[in-house]
């Protein structure tokens, strides 16, 4: 029984490294179920057992890989960290995600005004859920007279807003590459702005 377990999660799996591999690639308009099955070298039907429609296939692959799960679990590393820190901690690991799936981000970016109403709805759950988890931070940081009274979520927009814009412009090309150095002095700067807005 056990055995058949493992074999299903190792199944499952499979289906979503196929997932994220082929959105990826062709996003997810241009992945069809056929090819993400073949790419996980199970039947196709074997894929809707554990995935319902290509939509929840979605889902599931956006909730394991995207920076939700990182930052769910960094609330408790962060927590009694001084807030320079932890800002910088969350900037860090967010700019990290960012890098390990460009190729998802910058492709599912461009095309998501194309996507089906509820698959937009899918990818903008997963974007609130993760400003959500935010604002609830910097709300525990209001409540222990840490922070400014403002709009936890609107701060938790801004301050990872900033760095997606940074990571489109530098992935679209918007603008001059910068080196690493130059992007750390940016970073570094983005932070102290945010902190000098939301100190109390």
Known sequence: MKAKAAKSGDTRQRILEA???LFSKKGYLGAATKEIAAEAGVAEVTLFRHFPSKESLLEAVVGTYSFLPTLKGLMGEIEGLPYKEALSEIAGRFLNALSERKEMIVIMYS??????????LIYHNFIDEMFTTLASYFSGLQDRGILRRFEPEAGARAFLGMFFSYFTAQEFKLRKRLGRKESEALH?????????????
């Open 19 to 21: 997932g994220l591999a």
């Open 111 to 120: 095309e998501i005004h194309r996507y089906p109403a509820k698959t937009r």
């Open 188 to 200: 570094k700067e983005f932070i102290e702005i945010f902190m000098r807005g939301t100190l109390k």
